[in-house]
């Protein structure tokens, strides 16, 4: 077999396997948009869950949702970049950082529900915090964790040294060099990392069911992060296990569209820009 018949064949096989792809996703987008979104409506979206009569909305669920995403990236951002960092900067390679990046990896492969009960085992019961917002988003900071140390490092490690040289050579100091030349240079990769980690945060049920509770406060919006805070995903599964309302399905259905809508919108307003970013520093090309 040539190597044109090789080539031709592994471009066949690509090309297959990405229309694959793309035919499954729009089977899925097809599916929970077609049966979902009809039952979407300014009511729906903003209006407050009913559990006995037909007609509820999911707005707490909604705001809970972006609630708890937001105090979950305030406490895993800033100690998973920190950490990556120094992995990538100031570790020395030895036995104790090999140990560390060791244990990130395996904390990256723990399935959620696992981080759901230790969340449920030391927040919820041992320090006191009961079904909550705030249990919830540091459980939810714990599964986030891993990832976003690795992808920090990894971001970090692609950047060409001559940028790290050159600027210790014109007398910055290391964490000049970080702040002003590593971090922004890297910022493309790490607007992805945290896209993805934020992605997966807004669809977990597992460690919320455990830590933040099946109900929401009276009180809408409610920003006491020691209220219980059902969110969007956790009401998608409730509806559709447990729920005794007559139009459960069709809660359920547009509890499944709205979210994926979400999703959708929220990678495409982080995405966007941070690809016309990595095009600017990369010089147009």
Do not use: C
């Not at 050579?169 to 896209?195: F, M």
């Amino acid at each position: 077999m040539t190597s044109k018949t090789t080539d031709r064949i592994a471009t066949l096989y690509f090309w297959a396997t990405g229309a694959v792809i793309i035919l499954i996703l729009a089977w899925f987008l097809f599916r929970i948009l077609g049966d979902g979104l009809p039952m979407l409506s300014w009511n729906f979206i903003t209006g407050k869950p009913s559990e006995i009569m037909a007609g509820g909305g999911v707005g707490p669920q909604l705001f809970n949702s972006f609630y708890i995403l937001f105090l979950s990236l305030l406490i895993s951002l800033p100690i998973g970049i920190g950490a990556g960092v120094y992995l990538a900067i100031y570790a020395k390679k030895n036995r104790f950082t090999d140990i560390v990046r060791v244990s990130v990896e395996a904390l990256s492969s723990v399935p959620s529900i696992v981080f759901g009960l230790f969340g449920f085992l030391l927040f919820v019961n041992w320090m006191g915090l009961k079904f909550s917002i705030i249990g919830g988003a540091i459980t939810l900071s714990l599964l986030n964790l891993p990832v976003l140390v690795r992808v920090t490092e990894e971001a970090i490690k692609s950047v060409p040294e001559s940028y790290w040289e050159a600027s210790l050579a014109l007398g910055s100091t290391r964490w000049q060099a970080i702040r002003k030349v590593l971090l922004p240079a890297s910022l493309p990769s790490l607007i992805t990392g945290i896209t993805l980690v934020a992605g997966r945060a807004l669809g977990e049920s597992a460690i919320l069911i455990y830590t933040a509770g099946l109900s929401v406060s009276r009180f809408f919006p409610d920003f006491n992060p020691l209220s219980m805070g059902e969110t969007l995903s956790v009401h998608l599964w409730y509806v559709q296990s447990e729920a005794i309302v007559p139009d459960a399905k069709n809660i359920a259905k547009g509890s499944a569209a709205l979210l994926l809508i979400v999703v959708l919108i929220f990678n495409l307003l982080i995405g966007i820009p941070s690809r016309m970013l990595q095009k600017k520093l990369s010089g147009g090309k």
